[in-house]
């Protein structure tokens, strides 16, 4: 239990390590791990550093990518969602020549449209998140920002970084220089009179360029008075040549893309006369490049290439006028591909340690078995669960098609109602760029605010407002909920849009991108005379209508779980009643199993369960006979064969035990005899000396099972028992058998018997256990030279004047010899062996005066035996001579004695080896 318990912990803590670790790097569970290249998706901006990596905005604004030279993926950085459900887009960066990262973070709402605040945020070379380094947010309801807000062309130069705030009629220029903190304003110059700031370049006041949203390209002296530089009059330019994606090169000229002529052009200054055609249709298709010039953005690297960027695909036009080649993915790195691959290795391995884990909970730690009630939940909540989602699903796909067909019907109506909002008149007078904000692009502001706008809490959130202009065919950019977007920028035509212009309907429909999912109707506007002039576009965010499908969705899964959760109670109750009868009876029968056999099934529910527990309990009753029976021939049989026995050899009843079972244990054996038996048993009668045995083996009996022995065999003049323990137990018992033969004597002479003496012969050694006999006839039995070593004690402890003789072996395998009184008899040659014994005598269960003389002469006589084992006879017969002066009944030392005299005088024969002779 200990080691399923350690090994489900394991399996835990290592699921939770993997756990965490998939968590933290949970993105790349969303990419196929076989997928070796990064496609772009929506490309909006991308910049070079000085070793030519270069630096994507892409995925709608939501993720910047650093490639290097070969286009390898070095690293990406992530926007994030705010606690609301705000989004933040990256508008804009610029690089340091440390490869730090400036980024323009800008919060939208969470429909995507209205900014909340916005951040020039830090990153560093390994693009992990360093600071902000400057942050507004923007709170007033008048003067809303969408999609972008009003930071403005972040650029380092000199050490220090530059950025514009624009203010609506005034620019402001601030710097961060090297080991500064915050950012500081340095210049600032007021813009011309409704003119409204696009886009702004240059540091250095009277190098400093911006274009307005009405068209043109100013230039900033260094009094902070503004001058157009383009386009001047009399330039072969319409008012549709609007300047977007203005950059300033090294050499002072102005790069921007012409979206009318679909060109990139270049301007001097110094001759603004001159417009240079840098990128356009004719070079780009001879390069094999297309660009389709639809949200094209430019930037310039270093070396002074023109990078444009276009949704999907980046094309660079180098310095000489070439190409190169068009990339449209980025490579991973082969140490980020092994990395995808091991995190997705870790969520597999994780998962298949939860599954282990929980194989590791039920089987092994719990060893539970699948119950009946855990089956019928199992096929039957799953069964009711799969008809109610598909219930709700018919349901909800109902409901989800309705709504979308009432949101479709209402921005039908709000498209169609644009009739209303806009003059058609109006929009058809509207001729060029130079009308933003004017008093007709103001008035068409106002209508459209007053009916979407009316309230921050309405439903009208969400809602993106468009008003084309239809002339000569093509459709042209006037008002958006995007400040990206310039007027006359041309709009695509497409077959909706063709439709609406051709027959003059109402159109709808819906597309997803990176930017959300979006439905949207667009309605012609007509002039006066049923012209179409103009379409008007209502699109809304259906992150509203989406959020609540999820909270639908949501209810849904709720009330099918709370549905679930009733059937189950239900199901539990109904199978709680319906099976109570069957968990008495499993209970019953569990504590019969138990071996509680006077257990008694009561069931009353009068039905099949009923009838099985009255079988069960005439069962019981007569396996209750039969056990008694089995109980008390095993009791009866362990009289004849001890259950020790059976332990020994692995055995659990007398039924298991065959011929030839056997096993070598290292044991201590007792040979214990009465002295003089079978001369004494000759003036008994038979029943006397089955008395008298049985009354001795009862008296002595008891000591060998008290200190976890056992007596393997009886014989006519005592018995032999077994130690498996240490020696200490056998040593314990053999002194107190000595010491209780005192009282039994005692006892015996009170009752007019004579008294009666034992020898004990104890050795320890290795012995063989086993059944012999054969397949009619078995019998226990122990075959080792050390029981003969033990008969052989037995024997020698009347000549040798001792009561309980024991081997070395034994005193070896005491644990504390300094508790038994006994000495050293030196080594011992017996007769029929070759090897002699090295005994000891115990007399500390002897009578009190021999044991007192034996303790006073212990010392004395040892080393008499140790002169006796080297040659000294002399010495030796000395100091026997002196043991027995003391104690004259010590037979070894007078066997000693009279050898040592025969050897100092006649001295020793040739096989002589210190050893003492005893027949």
């Given at each position: 239990m200990k080691k399923s318990v350690a090994a489900l912990l394991l399996v835990l803590?290592?699921?939770?390590?993997?756990?965490?670790?998939?968590?933290?790097?949970?993105?790349?569970?969303?990419?196929?791990?076989?997928?070796?290249?990064?496609?772009?998706?929506?490309?909006?901006?991308?910049?070079?550093?000085?070793?030519?990596?270069?630096?994507l905005i892409d995925n709608a604004k939501k993720t910047i990518l650093k490639l290097n030279g070969t286009g390898t993926l070095l690293y990406s950085i992530h926007s994030e969602i705010g606690k609301n459900g705000e989004q933040f887009r990256f508008n804009d960066m610029a690089v340091d020549n440390e490869n730090r990262l400036y980024t323009?973070?800008?919060?939208?709402?969470?429909?995507?449209?209205?900014?909340?605040?916005?951040?020039?945020?830090?990153?560093?070379?390994?693009?992990?998140f360093d600071r902000i380094i400057f942050a507004q947010d923007y709170n007033d309801s008048k003067n809303r920002w969408y999609r972008i807000g009003s930071l403005k062309s972040p650029q380092l130069k000199e050490g220090s970084l530059h950025f514009f705030n624009d203010e609506m009629t005034k620019v402001t220029e601030y710097r961060l220089g090297p080991g500064e903190t915050e950012p500081k304003p340095i210049f600032s110059f007021e813009l011309p009179p409704n003119k409204f700031l696009a886009e702004i370049d240059g540091y250095v006041p009277g190098q400093i360029y911006y274009s307005t949203r009405s068209g043109e390209i100013y230039s900033v002296a260094m009094n902070g008075v503004s001058s157009m530089t383009y386009p001047l009059p009399g330039l072969d330019r319409t008012r549709r040549n609007f300047p977007e994606s203005l950059r300033l090169d090294a050499g002072g000229s102005l790069v921007f893309i012409d979206y009318n002529s679909k060109a990139v052009s270049r301007v001097d200054p110094k001759q603004p006369y001159i417009v240079e055609e840098l990128v356009h249709a004719g070079n780009a298709k001879a390069s094999g490049i297309t660009i389709p010039y639809e949200k094209t953005d430019?930037?310039?690297?270093?070396?002074?290439?023109?990078?444009?960027?276009?949704?999907?695909?980046?094309?660079?036009?180098?310095?000489?006028?070439?190409?190169?080649?068009?990339?449209?993915?980025?490579?991973?790195?082969?140490?980020y591909i092994a990395w995808r691959w091991f995190v997705w290795g870790a969520a597999a391995s994780g998962a298949l340690l939860l599954l282990l884990a929980g194989r590791l909970l039920y089987v092994n730690v719990l060893k539970r078995r699948t119950s009946l009630v855990f089956k019928q939940i199992v096929v039957f909540v799953p069964a009711v669960a799969a008809a109610m989602i598909l219930l709700s699903t018919v349901v909800y796909n109902n409901f989800v098609a309705k709504m979308e067909q009432e949101t479709f019907r209402e921005l039908s109506l709000l498209a169609a109602n644009g009739q209303n909002l806009i003059?058609?008149?109006?929009?058809?007078?509207?001729?060029?760029?130079s009308e933003y904000r004017g008093e007709t692009f103001n008035e068409f502001r106002k209508k459209i605010n007053a009916v979407f706008d009316n309230s921050a809490n309405s439903e009208n959130r969400g809602f993106y407002k468009a008003v084309y202009k239809v002339e000569n065919g093509l459709i042209y950019r006037i008002l958006e909920d995007d400040d990206e977007m310039h007027m006359f920028n041309p709009f695509p035509l497409t077959e909706e849009n063709k439709q609406v212009v051709r027959e003059g309907k109402v159109v709808n429909g819906g597309w997803t991108d990176d930017t959300g999912s979006w439905n949207y109707a667009i309605a012609p506007i007509m002039n006066s005379s049923g012209k179409i002039v103009g379409i008007f576009e209502t699109s809304k965010n259906m992150e509203s209508l989406l959020a609540h499908r999820r909270g639908v969705m949501q209810s849904i899964v709720y009330n099918i779980a709370i549905i679930s959760g009733g059937l189950l109670i239900v199901l539990l109750l109904m199978t709680f009643i319906q099976l109570s009868s069957l968990r008495k009876l499993r209970k019953s029968v569990g504590d019969i199993a138990k071996g509680n056999w006077e257990t008694v099934v009561k069931i009353r529910s009068r039905d099949e369960i009923a009838d099985l527990g009255e079988s069960v309990n005439t069962m019981a009753a007569r396996i209750r006979e039969y056990i008694m029976k089995v109980e008390a021939f095993s009791h009866a049989y362990y009289r004849f064969v001890p259950q020790q026995f059976l332990r020994f050899l692995n055995k659990d009843t007398i039924l298991d035990v065959e011929l030839g079972d056997q096993v070598e244990q290292n044991m201590s054996t007792m040979i214990c005899n009465i002295r003089g038996f079978y001369a004494m048993s000759?003036?008994?009668?038979?029943?006397?000396?089955?008395?008298?045995?049985?009354?001795?083996?009862?008296?002595?009996?008891?000591?060998?099972?008290?200190?976890?022995?056992?007596?393997?065999?009886?014989?006519?003049?005592?018995?032999?028992?077994?130690?498996?323990?240490?020696a200490d137990d056998a040593l314990i018992a053999s002194v107190e058998m000595r010491k209780e033969l005192e009282l039994y004597n005692s006892h015996r002479d009170n009752s007019g018997y004579r008294s009666v003496d034992i020898g004990i012969g104890l050795h320890k050694g290795p012995l063989r256990l086993g059944i012999i006999g054969e397949e009619q006839r078995l019998e226990s039995n122990v075959i080792s030279d050390n029981v003969n070593v033990s008969n052989i004690l037995e024997r020698l402890t009347e000549p040798l004047g001792a009561s309980i003789l024991i081997t070395d072996s034994v005193v070896k395998a005491i644990g504390d010899p300094g508790k038994f009184q006994f000495r050293n008899l030196g080594l011992i040659q017996v007769?029929?062996?070759?090897?002699?014994?090295?005994?000891?005598?115990?007399?500390?269960?002897?009578?009190?005066?021999?044991?007192?003389?034996?303790?006073?002469?212990?010392?004395?006589?040892?080393?008499?035996?140790?002169?006796?084992?080297?040659?000294?006879?002399?010495?030796?017969?000395?100091?026997?001579?002196?043991?027995?002066?003391?104690?004259?009944?010590?037979?070894?030392?007078?066997?000693?004695?009279?050898?040592?005299?025969e050897y100092f005088q006649n001295g020793t024969t040739e096989d002589w080896n210190g050893t003492l002779s005893v027949s």
């Open positions: 803590l290592l699921a939770a390590v993997a756990g965490t670790f998939v968590f933290q790097e949970r993105r790349l569970l969303a990419q196929n791990p076989l997928n070796r290249e990064l496609p772009f998706v929506s490309l909006s901006k991308a910049i070079a550093d000085k070793n030519d990596n270069l630096y323009v973070r800008t919060l939208l709402d969470p429909y995507g449209l209205t900014v909340k605040s916005e951040q020039i945020a830090r990153y560093n070379p390994d693009g992990t430019i930037s310039l690297s270093p070396d002074g290439d023109i990078i444009i960027v276009d949704d999907t695909q980046l094309n660079r036009r180098l310095m000489d006028g070439t190409f190169a080649p068009t990339l449209e993915n980025a490579n991973y790195s082969n140490r003059d058609g008149d109006k929009l058809e007078a509207i001729a060029s760029p000759k003036r008994l009668t038979p029943e006397e000396n089955f008395n008298f045995v049985n009354s001795f083996l009862k008296r002595f009996g008891p000591y060998v099972r008290n200190h976890s022995g056992m007596i393997n065999k009886y014989s006519g003049a005592g018995f032999m028992a077994l130690f498996p323990g240490s007769g029929g062996m070759k090897e002699p014994l090295h005994l000891y005598d115990v007399y500390q269960g002897d009578p009190d005066t021999v044991r007192a003389l034996k303790e006073r002469t212990k010392a004395r006589f040892e080393e008499a035996v140790t002169y006796y084992q080297v040659g000294r006879f002399y010495d030796a017969r000395e100091a026997f001579l002196m043991v027995i002066k003391q104690n004259r009944q010590d037979k070894a030392a007078q066997l000693y004695f009279y050898l040592c005299d």
